[in-house]
């Protein structure tokens, strides 16, 4: 954690510290989020950090929150949930109503990720908002549990930059990916030195813990889902049929790709 790191005009890590900047963990409830509140914890005075978890409701995994909570509180941090002012299912039937044509998906997408700027981004960011305020801090910054092996477009990302759109006069706020350089091995790595566990979703064979059903999840991921809240797959099933647009980027219908993997799982693989 080099300040030689950073582009110039950003401060080190330290020099934030040193000023008394206030350091946010969004956490998920996922791996990622976990390691990176171990690696936090290494670097970052307990009195500066904060944890917040953006609520997903049904749609998320269950224990999610409360692992995030756990481990916050065994941590002796400040814990916060977000919540949005809609749930997901609103945003899609909204979406379908007043859609412009039928071209225009009711879901969204990975080029229009309203889903994580509204439910998750936004919610987050008007919590801590109102904490900063209330705490006297005028700087911010926000830690993700974004790493480079996830994919080339987060390869790219530079490991602590300027959040623009918080930054306000009299309030700076940055953005940091703390693990930016672990790969998944090391993620748990991480997390087993720790003396904790990672969410039971990952020894029930997911790959990541997201949304139960993302747009953007791995086959084998989505079966995991069905095969854990039925209850949920039959709703996005539902949504998909009666709407006739499909959640997943890919197009393929939610049914299509649990079925796919189902025999990927029942093959020992992931997809
Ligand atoms: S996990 Fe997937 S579906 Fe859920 S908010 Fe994130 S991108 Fe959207």
Redesign the pocket.
Known sequence: MSATNFPTGVPSVEDLVAGGALFVANHSGGKDSQAMLIRLLDVIPRAQLLVVHAS?GE?EWEGALELAQGQSEAAGIPFLVAHAVKTLFEMVERRFKVRPGPNSSCW?SASN?Q??SD??RDPIQREVRRYAKAHGYTSIVTCLGIRAQESPGRAKRTPLSVNKRGSIAGRSWFEWLPIHDLCTAEVFLTIERAGQTPHWAYAAGNQRL??VF???GCASDLANGAKHRPELFAKYVEIEQRTGYTMHQSRRSLTELVAKGNAVLTSGGAA
Do not use: Q
């Open positions: 997903l749609a969204p990720r889903c994580t439910l998750k997201s949304c993302c747009i953007m």
